[in-house]
């Protein structure tokens, strides 16, 4: 992503200057937190593990999540479960929405959490 900014500089004293670039610097970084939050999508999913049960969780970059788990430095309940297999995904806009859909995954019982599953593969 490239942002272009056009901005006059007009001559002034050293310390409005200053004051003048800590407030475009502050710009700066304000557009591209709110680029970067507002670009980032977050996926809610859920691992099965070795030794069958499932592991629901939260992230904005599956791949290098799940790589997390494989290497035992993801979640502590994965650690010494693997190999993972990725058996559900959901894709959400922002992380209150994840949350809530991961809390309310965590909630449900292994049956459900099966059925949930295979409603979506079928699909």
Known sequence: MRIVINYTIKPVSVSAASAL????????????RSTTQNNMHWTVYILRCADGSLYTGITTDLTRRIKAHDAGKGAR?????????????????NRAEATKRELSIKSLSRSQKLELISAYSAS
Do not use: C, D, S
């Open 77 to 93: 309940y994965t650690q010494g479960r693997g190999p993972f297999q990725l058996v559900h995904q959901e894709f959400y806009e």
């Open 21 to 32: 670039a800590a407030n475009f610097l502050l710009l700066l970084f304000e557009i591209a």
